[in-house]
């Protein structure tokens, strides 16, 4: 069975990453090692970046992943930076950001760097949705509670695992990848 | 006279490192080339990177400067993406984040780092103050106008450039720096 190892150290990330992957026949290993995120305008950008510093470390094919919460109206932020800013601001500091602002529009993003034979691929998953105006739910992490998918009446938080990888900007670049590899 | 190449492409911090350096006997070069700037909880861990990106790209000695303004009831928030945030959500975000604080403390941070004979130094400016209420003064950039340093009675914006470097992070940092090569 063919081998593809994900530069991750996210355990959720690599389940979502086999649940997807494996029915195409495909192993998935962790690499665990890290890699330098730099500080960019695009998730495409960190993504590129990352490839590169981990080529000739990581055997070929190997996947890395870079997710951000992007709001219209602050400008794209937290954008790249979403997980620094979720542990500084967390949920409250985007609403009170947001208190008196009338366009709640944001998306989420994920974008998966792909290598394999010397060649790099991107490929981008998004979601359009709001953030509301309170927090609501439990379930996910970090955004979750305020961001609710357009196609939706609930948060992130509030669906289970399975309703949200319907939805998930990450599932559908994993779904890109896919697509790619069939 | 002995040359240090500056990586900067900021003409600003070019000509206050030339007046604090060139009467040491000090001639300053600029390297304009860019280096990538990573994501990491410190300046340091910026600066570090920086100075192995550019070792044996850059001619020695050189130096590079990351600077950031950390407010204490924001967890240090907007730190090392100071300059991604100020684009982004402006003085009037950092407003906004502090409505409902007691505690306004922040300080500015600048960490040169320095790479001389293969050997890399970091020194570290800091100047401690508060966000006030609202903006005040139009000189300087970023968020000197809601910045007013212990010492003073004005925010950076309402003070001249000679005033500021003498209270200035930056220039401390570059103290730091005189001080080890005097």
């Known amino acids: 069975m063919p081998t593809i190892t994900f530069a991750t150290g996210n355990e959720g990330k690599l389940s979502e990453a086999r649940q997807q992957l494996e029915p195409l026949?495909?192993?998935?290993?962790?690499?665990g090692g890290g890699y330098p995120e730099i500080q960019a305008d695009t998730l495409e950008a960190v993504a590129r970046f990352g490839l590169e510093t981990l080529a000739?470390?990581?055997?070929?094919p190997f996947l890395l992943e870079d997710a951000g919460l992007f709001v219209d109206a602050l400008e794209g932020f937290p954008g790249v930076y979403s997980s620094y800013v979720f542990g500084t601001l967390g949920n409250e500091g985007i609403l009170s950001l947001l208190a008196d602002t009338e366009d709640?529009?944001?998306?989420f993003r994920s974008v998966i760097g792909f290598r394999v034979d010397g060649e790099e691929h991107?490929?981008?998953?998004?979601?359009?949705?709001?953030?509301?105006?309170?927090?609501?739910?439990?379930?996910?992490?970090?955004?979750?509670?305020?961001?609710?998918p357009r196609e939706a009446e609930r948060t992130f938080a509030e669906m289970s695992p399975e309703e949200k990888i319907e939805l998930s900007h990450r599932s559908r670049a994993l779904a890109r990848l896919r697509e790619h590899l069939a």
Chains 1, 2 share one sequence.
């Open 104 to 107: 709640p529009s944001a998306r």
């Open 25 to 31: 026949g495909f192993e998935i290993d962790a690499y």
């Open 122 to 148: 991107t490929f981008v998953g998004e979601v359009e949705g709001t953030i509301t105006e309170q927090a609501r739910g439990s379930a996910g992490f970090g955004f979750d509670p305020i961001f609710q």
């Open 56 to 60: 000739g470390e990581v055997p070929e």
